[in-house]
């Protein structure tokens, strides 16, 4: 239930926080420039914060699953649910390491804006 309540809050948050605005009109007030850079650091801000909207919702499910594994897992078995566990560790610190780049990435495109 925690996995499911954790992607239904990252879907959520996608679809709120994730989605692109409209075009400003060509009567706007608002430049395409202007429009662009606030589009890119929406974008690097969501990057930015994703252990928190996207990752962190998803920690607790896996951990109480892990955790039901554990319990009713033979001795023997627990090596593999170790390797299990280790490896959702390193896929959720890459997925925050990507994040983070891709945010950087951004920033440099928005300094260049800038210029």
Do not use: H
Not at 79 to 104: D, E, M, P, Q, Y
């Amino acid at each position: 239930m925690l996995v499911i309540l954790g992607t239904l809050f990252v879907m959520w948050r996608l679809l709120t926080r994730g989605t692109a605005t409209a075009l400003p009109g060509a009567a706007s007030a608002v430049t395409w420039t202007d429009f662009y850079r606030s589009e890119l650091v929406r974008q690097r801000d969501l990057l930015k914060s994703v252990w928190k909207w996207y990752l962190g919702p998803l920690v607790p499910g896996m951990a109480v699953f892990l955790a039901g594994l554990a319990r009713t897992m033979p001795q023997a078995a627990m090596g593999k649910l170790a390797f299990t566990a280790a490896l959702c560790v390193v896929v959720f610190l890459g997925i925050g390491f990507l994040n983070s780049w891709g945010a950087r990435q951004l920033q440099k495109r928005i300094d260049a804006l800038g210029e």
